[in-house]
């Protein structure tokens, strides 16, 4: 897909690499979107793939002189718990929250979904309604813009080719601020936005002294409900200012059809979108639809701890990484995705491949201890790396609690999705040595079974709990 993949350790040597091989150069932190993208052929003509996700620094929240910000590499699981982001910007918390699934969100980064520019993307319509600015740099200066005036169309911004998005800002904003987000999708876990809506409302005393309203995926890009701004201004937070807000906000939109949903459709959803928002801020549950404590399935791998050389892979350059606790020098498969490479060019089959655009969690592996879709990361990612596939996890003294409680209650159906299923597994109990019912289907949102049959596998995870502890 690629002719060469380059990997530099600073900031700086990727502005300098993007410059140098514009305009066929892409950059890539997470991969989730432009993976799929090239596959698709949608993102043409792309020579050079500069990775920046072992860039270290990048991938931090903080709060510093009235503004939250936010690196490039922060991803999507880093914000859902993050207590800053939950408790500052809830909004941005529970829109992170619905990205995908958890293998996802370890290696999406909000930074890409701002990039990728599409008006369904969930972490847009938060940052509109916080009033965003983001950082763009390259090799000729930076430059800060507000993100409202970042979108030109649909997946269309003004962002040059040899420019890298380096911060995401927002102010830090108002004691009395509460926030919300809603997202309506046409399943509970890995859907695309049918309509989503964004509330920021500032208050003194009782009434409101500050009001955002944004919906996505109803025009080309993210739209402010003005006439429903101006409706709750000044106003106490009741059931007769709320309906009428939403009404306003349902007028805003200007939706198409599409396979997710016609218009006439998503014009009503808008009003039941900012009207289930508006009424959680009334309540006070605005929290209740995102755990307390999320499951990340990220193991050890919640940092970016850098890198001590950078290099690039051309396609003859060999692939050095850990596999299974074992090196291992390839020779080939530099322009694959690490899935190919794993079944076509290591021999691991164990992995799987479903759908190969991160929705079905059969390739799922660990990478550097995070469990990752292998069909969204580039083979050459794996260059000094640590993976962990399926065929690693039984150990000396036989397989692993997972693997036998597999067995032991027959979670087995077909097999295609065993595989998936019981790495994620494996994470969770790292992360969780007694999980509840409820972090276990966190867990497995991100891993589709095609017998549909759930049952035997939740239990074989609690089962393979009590084994672990013994």
Known sequence: MWEQYHTPASLDEAVRLLSDHAPHARIIAGGTDLMLEMER???PGIKHIIDISRVPGLDRITEDDGWIRMGPLVTHNHCAVSPLIRERATTLAQACWEVGAPQIRNRGTVAGNLITASPANDSIPPLFALEAHIRLRSIRGERSLALADFYTGVRQTVMEEDEI?????FPYGAESRRSAFFKLGLRRAQAISVVNAAVVLDFEADRISAAKVTLGSVAPIIVHAIDSEAVLMGKALEPEVIEQAATLAMNSAHPIDDLRGSAAYRQQMVKMCVLRTLRDLLQGSETDRMPENPVTLWGD????????WSGTHNLDTPIETTINAKAYRVESGQDKSLLRFLREDVGMTGTKEGCAEGE?????VFLDDAAVMACMVPAPRAHGADIQTIEGL???????????AFIEEGAVQCGYCTPGLIMSGVNLLKERAHPTPD???????????????????IAAIEKAAVLASQ
Request: charged share 15%; hydrophobic share 35%; aromatic share 4%.
């Open 360 to 364: 079905c969690g059969a390739c799922t």
């Open 41 to 43: 052929g949608i993102r």
């Open 301 to 308: 791998a919640g940092v970016v701890t850098g890198l001590d």
């Open 439 to 457: 972090e276990i289907a966190q867990a497995l949102t991100g891993n589709l079974c095609r017998c549909t049959g759930y049952y035997k596998i």
């Open 165 to 169: 998005l380096t911060e995401i800002r």
């Open 394 to 404: 039984a150990g000396e003294h036989g397989l692993h609690p997972v693997q036998q």
